[in-house]
């Protein structure tokens, strides 16, 4: 298995988990630690000028570009500009030279202001020709350029600012102390402009397509691990583009044959000793996540799903660290009321527990409902989550 990073705007390949030193300044909070930090491990230059790094240790500020060598989070520090940097203390890197504007390519600099106007109007119409005459580049100079600076396509950059956007506006609107939007309110809002187009977009990015779901998974390589946790033994199955199932069982030999029956016709094989680092990264973070010192799980994920099923899934994401809703509630964030019963066969059918917390939805009455690997785990994961929350 050979995870991929992705580019640093797209949170759904994010790796990072939150491993945040205590130490770190509220600048960090300010400045979004998590984005920052993911743009530094991908020396994301279509970043610089936005914000500046700071390494503790050497005593020295860069640009998220910088090529050398990432130091580790713990001794990182985020400003906003070099005057932040330099007030702690720090003197600027040879390398990369954060006070120098004169050696950011030019047309570099068009690409990153093309990105932050992309960011502003995700929700419009913007066509290959509009973002061409906007940075002064042909449409064929645009796309190597933009490939080259940012690591994807112009539309691809678009896609994942949309899908941003969607998951904002699921879990809160994009201005704070907003109320949620519905799902299909989303859709149009955050620019697809139909479900076809962001399951199209889902489908491509985060999960299986729906070619490879009709098939059982064929032509998908599948590797496995165990482990031990909190909740008793855990198989996580992974394929190059993410997680594609985490479930707890008994033992090693049902759980093998609960990933083939769900993935019938994929090429499943024990995962390498000693496993790949992104895969010991998210294993990692799951036991964070279970021991109450994670709340936010954010995993890249490659899964098995229907159009319906995803769009239950994507809300399941935006319900909060520590809350519950009932299946009524999330049929109705759906935009579908009447699908209550559809909804709980929806968490029924999840592969991929915690990642997506189907644990999180109750019956109207309070009680449990269902959870496919038992009631007992259900009440364990909401009475942790709602300590965890209660304590902070």
Same mark, same amino acid.
């Given at each position: 298995?050979?995870?991929?990073?992705?580019?640093?705007?797209?949170?759904?390949?994010? +790796?990072?988990?939150?491993? $945040?030193?205590?130490?770190?300044?509220?600048?960090?909070?300010?400045?979004?630690?998590?984005?920052?930090?993911?743009?530094?491990?991908?020396? &994301?230059?279509?970043?610089?000028?936005?914000?500046?790094?700071? %390494?503790?240790? /050497?005593?020295?500020?860069?640009?998220?570009?910088?090529?050398?060598?990432?130091?580790?989070?713990?001794? %990182?520090?985020?400003?906003?500009?070099?005057?932040?940097?330099?007030?702690?203390?720090?003197?600027?890197?040879?390398?990369?030279?954060?006070? &120098?504007?004169?050696?950011?390519?030019?047309?570099?600099?068009?690409?990153?202001?093309?990105?932050?106007?992309?960011?502003?109007?995700?929700?419009?119409?913007?066509?290959?020709?509009?973002?061409?005459?906007?940075?002064?580049?042909?449409?064929? !100079?645009?796309?190597?350029?933009?490939?080259? $600076?940012?690591?994807?396509?112009?539309?691809?950059?678009?896609?994942?600012?949309?899908?941003?956007?969607?998951?904002?506006?699921?879990?809160?609107?994009?201005?704070?102390?907003?109320?949620?939007? &519905?799902?299909?309110?989303?859709?149009?809002?955050?620019?697809?402009?139909?479900?076809?187009?962001?399951?199209?977009?889902?489908?491509?990015?985060?999960?299986?397509?729906?070619?490879?779901?009709?098939?059982?998974?064929?032509?998908?390589?599948? /590797?496995?691990?165990?482990?031990?946790?909190?909740?008793?033994? +855990? +198989? $996580?199955?992974? /394929?190059?583009?993410?997680?594609?199932?985490?479930?707890?069982?008994?033992?090693?030999?049902?759980?093998?044959?609960?990933?083939?029956?769900?993935?019938?016709?994929?090429? %499943?094989?024990?995962?390498?000793?000693?496993?790949?680092?992104?895969?010991?990264?998210? +294993?990692?973070?799951?036991?964070? !996540?279970?021991?109450?010192?994670?709340?936010?799980?954010?995993?890249?994920?490659?899964?098995?799903? /229907?159009?319906?099923?995803?769009?239950?899934?994507?809300?399941?994401?935006?319900?909060?660290?520590?809350?519950?809703?009932?299946?009524?509630?999330?049929?109705?964030?759906?935009?579908?009321?009447?699908?209550?019963?559809?909804?709980?066969?929806?968490?029924?059918?999840?592969?991929?527990?915690?990642?997506?917390?189907?644990?999180?939805?109750?019956?109207?009455?309070?009680?449990?409902?269902?959870?496919?690997?038992?009631?007992?785990?259900?009440?364990?994961?909401?009475?942790?989550?709602?300590?965890?929350?209660?304590?902070?």
């Amino acid at each position: 298995m050979s995870p991929k990073r992705g580019f640093a705007y797209f949170e759904g390949m994010d +790796m990072t988990n939150n491993a $945040v030193a205590l130490q770190n300044r509220d600048m960090d909070a300010e400045l979004d630690a998590e984005r920052c930090w993911e743009a530094v491990l991908d020396r &994301d230059a279509a970043r610089d000028g936005e914000f500046y790094y700071g %390494v503790m240790t /050497t005593g020295v500020y860069c640009r998220p570009g910088c090529p050398a060598r990432t130091a580790k989070r713990a001794n %990182v520090r985020f400003y906003r500009t070099p005057a932040e940097a330099e007030r702690d203390g720090l003197r600027p890197c040879r390398r990369c030279r954060p006070l &120098d504007a004169n050696g950011m390519d030019p047309s570099r600099e068009r690409i990153i202001a093309l990105c932050r106007y992309i960011e502003r109007n995700a929700d419009a119409a913007l066509t290959l020709p509009d973002l061409s005459r906007r940075a002064g580049l042909s449409p064929y !100079h645009l796309q190597r350029k933009f490939k080259a $600076v940012v690591g994807a396509s112009p539309k691809q950059f678009l896609d994942v600012c949309r899908l941003e956007n969607f998951k904002s506006l699921l879990r809160g609107g994009k201005g704070r102390g907003q109320a949620p939007t &519905d799902i299909t309110g989303a859709i149009f809002e955050a620019g697809f402009g139909s479900l076809s187009r962001l399951y199209e977009r889902v489908g491509t990015e985060l999960g299986m397509t729906p070619m490879e779901y009709r098939a059982g998974g064929l032509g998908v390589e599948i /590797t496995y691990g165990t482990a031990r946790t909190a909740l008793g033994l +855990m +198989m $996580v199955g992974a /394929t190059d583009r993410g997680l594609c199932f985490l479930e707890f069982g008994e033992s090693e030999l049902q759980l093998r044959d609960a990933l083939r029956a769900e993935y019938p016709a994929a090429r %499943v094989e024990r995962m390498p000793d000693p496993a790949p680092e992104p895969f010991r990264q998210w +294993m990692e973070a799951l036991n964070r !996540h279970l021991e109450g010192n994670q709340p936010d799980l954010r995993l890249p994920l490659h899964i098995r799903a /229907t159009a319906f099923q995803m769009k239950v899934w994507l809300y399941l994401q935006s319900i909060p660290y520590g809350a519950v809703k009932s299946y009524e509630e999330v049929a109705h964030g759906i935009g579908q009321p009447a699908a209550a019963r559809a909804v709980a066969r929806a968490c029924a059918s999840n592969s991929v527990a915690l990642a997506i917390p189907c644990h999180r939805v109750i019956r109207a009455t309070g009680e449990l409902g269902g959870y496919r690997w038992g009631l007992e785990r259900k009440r364990v994961l909401i009475d942790q989550e709602r300590r965890v929350t209660s304590a902070r």
